[in-house]
């Protein structure tokens, strides 16, 4: 009998090793989980959006009070200093007044050869509207005094002179505070009437303290201009705030699926996300930026180079009149627009830092207006020469000194500049809330000074001018906060908000100030950009 | 020691392996951006970027077809890291959140279900950790060769193999998932679990040893008519 062979054909079906066989039969394989588990995890998922929602709200609510918090940080500050170099420059002024006065009396005591040459010193050598009118001045408050050689006629000559000069000052107040003007001219009608009574006492040779009487009171109401004159320069970014305090995202509910939650095992156990995440260049996103604010260029001219070779009548007289001029160049210095674009890269540092750079272009207007042409520092006008030219006569106790109109001067600023800010924010889709600082160095590329109606006035300075005021290089530091959206899947997003600017160099090339009394320009505005680049920058791995 | 080596040096080929690969899916299921979610559209037909579209812009009728869509493979994923059903769904249920959490930052570089899928095991580990904190284990406690076995794919199925998975001390579990199906290598495991790669080593042979001999147990007790191996 034939045995049969032993069956030594080997199985068909696929064999493996003991991690084959968990890896085929577990791979694709599927186990239904119990049927209310979604509705188990729709709660689950509720309860997240709510509780979602309230942790951004308390954000949404915190950054909005630190937002205001700045704002009026930077308000009271600002208004602060504008208050404090009013201040300051008011008693600038009352120090050169009096020192004008007590030359003008010196000058006329000094003198014994009578009136027509104590007032032949300044209308002898004037060398600038302010000089030449103020002789004028002085010579038309002599003429209705008859020469009698006496130092007590001529201190009397002064005294009157003086008068006519605070009699016209008063007629110059700008218009639109009747009440402090009628109260000023009251006073200054009192002080020039005093003035001329006690200089014909003074005439018959009694003796008194008629400088003391006048000081006494002209300054309050030079207070009370300089009062007017700080209101007067209150910002005008008062009207922006309402745009912004109070905005909100209403669509917080798209936020609460884009809450990003780092984990660092997730993050160990998906190198591949973290791989492609290497990609630098993913995370730049580049776009363009359009701002406007209102700009004040805060400038502060006082004593800059304003000082002529001249006896010390004419100086006094010339320091009495700069001064004036400067602070009601300040005093009218109006906020103008500012315009800049910018075109900008941003680079995301992770998931909520931003960095941001560029280059921008920036023009920026301002108003001011005074009595006397006085632009980028100095009087370019003979304004000045018409306030004497109908003077009261040393007999009349109301001078009739016709009010000389304040004229506008504008200026226009061209700059560019490099600057560098970082942000803070989300960079996932939705909406959400950023808050960025940053510091900008600039080159001011030109400048154009106007004087209305004076065409011939019109001052221009260049990159390559030397005689410019301005300051060429100049930095400032920044600050903004806002609304960052960006739709679901879109590969841009729009940035808006507002931004603060303080400059940390003056815009005048020599300021005469201390470095910490110096004034320096400030801008409060809207800004608004627009970022391109890859839709999802950031990495967040579960 | 020798065994370690080897294990050491054999190459990750689990389902990372097989995702590498992979051929790259086409793109316009990933990347393409759909600007109307299609409501009417059946969920089986929906496209990937439209179930993430939906989710992305709130809508909780299309995180319900993800759900739905994801939810019987994820849950066979979790079922292998947890030792009960219960424990499963609740892993299952937290990892789902994750994922509608974080949809945003999905980059649509890979097919969805992988990145759900590694959430779900990171999901799976946060709550081994939190039930039971692993023990050091010194290397070599537990050398077991290795190689030379056999097994007819077929002769098996996917609960029987659950089954002796979940009988696993957690922390042999979790190294022999990691391993042997999820493709990480010793070094990132320990990362993941906070051991040595030692450690890891020697309990995945230890886990590997384990379950050869509830198979051969379980082919001793079959009537299959032939032998198994």
């Known amino acids: ?542 | 020691m020798r065994a370690l080596a080897s294990l050491a040096l054999q190459p990750a080929t689990g389902l990372r392996g097989l995702l590498a690969g992979t051929p790259a899916p086409p793109t316009e299921a990933f990347t393409s951006p759909v600007s109307t979610v299609r409501q009417l559209t059946p969920p089986s037909q929906l496209s990937e970027a439209e179930l993430i579209d939906g989710c992305l812009a709130g809508s909780r009728l299309m995180q319900k077809h993800l759900y739905e869509r994801f939810s019987g493979r994820m849950m066979a994923v979790c079922l292998r890291y947890a030792q009960t059903t219960f424990e499963a769904e609740d892993v299952l249920q937290e990892g789902f959140i994750t994922v509608f959490r974080n949809l945003s930052s999905f980059r649509r570089e890979c097919p969805l279900e992988f990145w759900i899928r590694r959430i779900m095991v990171n999901a799976a580990l946060r709550q081994h950790r939190r039930n039971a904190p692993l023990v050091a284990v010194s290397e070599g406690e537990y050398p077991e060769e290795l190689a030379g076995e056999e097994f007819t794919l077929a002769n098996y199925g996917f609960e029987e193999l659950l089954a002796i998975v979940q009988e696993l001390a957690p922390r042999y579990r979790m190294v022999f998932n990691l391993f042997a199906i999820e493709g990480y290598g010793h070094k990132e495991i320990g990362e993941m679990l906070g051991i040595s790669e030692g450690t890891s080593k020697s309990q995945y042979s230890r886990a590997r040893a384990i379950l050869k001999s509830k198979i051969e147990r379980l082919d001793a007790q079959s009537n299959h008519g032939h032998f198994r191996t």
């Open chain 1, 1 to 542: 009998m034939a045995t049969s062979a032993p069956n030594t054909t080997p199985d068909p079906r696929p064999t493996g090793d003991l991690e084959h066989l968990f890896r085929q039969k577990f791979a694709d394989a599927e186990v239904a989980p119990r049927a209310g588990l979604w509705e188990q995890l729709d709660t689950e998922l509720l309860v997240e959006q709510n509780n979602t929602y309230r942790r951004k709200l308390s954000v949404h609510r915190w950054v909005a009070a630190a937002c205001l918090l700045l704002l009026l940080s930077i308000s009271g500050w600002a208004v602060l200093r504008q208050w404090h170099s009013s201040s300051s420059t008011i008693a600038g002024q009352r120090a050169a007044a009096t020192d004008s006065r007590a030359t003008i009396a010196a000058k006329g005591l000094e003198n014994p050869a009578g009136t027509a040459g104590g007032v032949g010193v300044a209308a002898n050598g004037p060398r600038n509207g302010v000089a030449a009118g103020a002789a004028e001045g002085l010579a038309a408050a002599s003429t209705g005094v008859s020469p009698s050689g006496s130092e007590q006629e001529l201190l009397a000559n002064a005294y009157n002179a003086y008068a006519t000069l605070l009699a016209a000052h008063n007629q110059r107040s700008p218009t639109g505070r009747a009440s402090q003007s009628s109260a000023g001219n009251q006073l200054y009608q009192g002080a020039a009437a005093n003035i001329v009574g006690v200089g014909g006492r003074y005439a018959d040779g009694s003796t008194g303290s008629t400088v003391t009487q006048f000081t006494g009171n002209y300054f309050p109401t030079e207070g009370s201009a300089a009062g007017a004159g700080w209101n007067g320069l209150l910002p005008r970014f008062a009207n922006l705030r309402g745009g912004w305090v109070g905005a909100r995202p209403d669509t917080l509910k798209a936020l609460l699926l884009a809450v990003p939650q780092p984990n660092r095992n997730a993050v160990a156990a998906a190198p591949d996300e973290t791989q492609t995440s290497t990609k630098q260049w993913r995370r730049l996103r580049l776009g363009g930026s359009l701002a406007v604010a209102a700009y004040n260029p805060n400038i502060n001219f006082s004593h800059n180079d304003g000082r002529v070779q001249a006896d010390d009548v004419t100086n006094a007289l010339r320091n009495y009149y700069q001064d004036d001029a400067e602070v009601e160049y300040r005093r009218n210095l109006r906020a103008g627009m500012s315009q800049r674009v910018a075109l900008t890269a941003a680079y995301s540092l992770n998931q909520h830092w931003t960095l941001t750079s560029g280059v921008e272009a920036t023009q920026q207007r301002a108003t001011s207006a005074t009595s006397y042409g006085f632009i980028d520092g100095r009087q370019v006008s003979r304004q000045v020469a018409d306030l004497f030219a109908s003077t009261g006569s040393y007999s009349s106790a109301r001078p009739t000194v016709a009010p000389t109109a304040t004229r506008k001067t504008s200026y226009r600023y061209r700059t560019v500049a490099v600057p560098v800010e970082i942000r803070y924010g989300s960079t996932q889709p939705g909406t959400s809330l950023y808050a960025k600082v940053g510091a900008a160095v600039g080159l001011l590329l030109g400048s154009r000074s106007e004087l209305d109606g004076s065409p011939e006035a019109t001052r221009t300075y260049s990159l390559t001018s030397t005689d410019s005021p301005y300051r060429q290089v100049q930095t400032s530091v920044r600050g903004g906060a806002g609304v960052r959206y960006q739709p679901a899947n879109a590969s841009w997003n729009l940035v808006l908000g507002p931004t603060a600017e303080m400059g940390l160099t003056t815009l005048n090339a020599n300021p005469s100030q201390r470095v910490m009394k110096q004034s320096r320009p400030y801008s409060v505005g809207l800004e608004a950009s627009v970022e391109f680049g890859n839709s999802k920058p950031s990495v967040a791995t579960p």
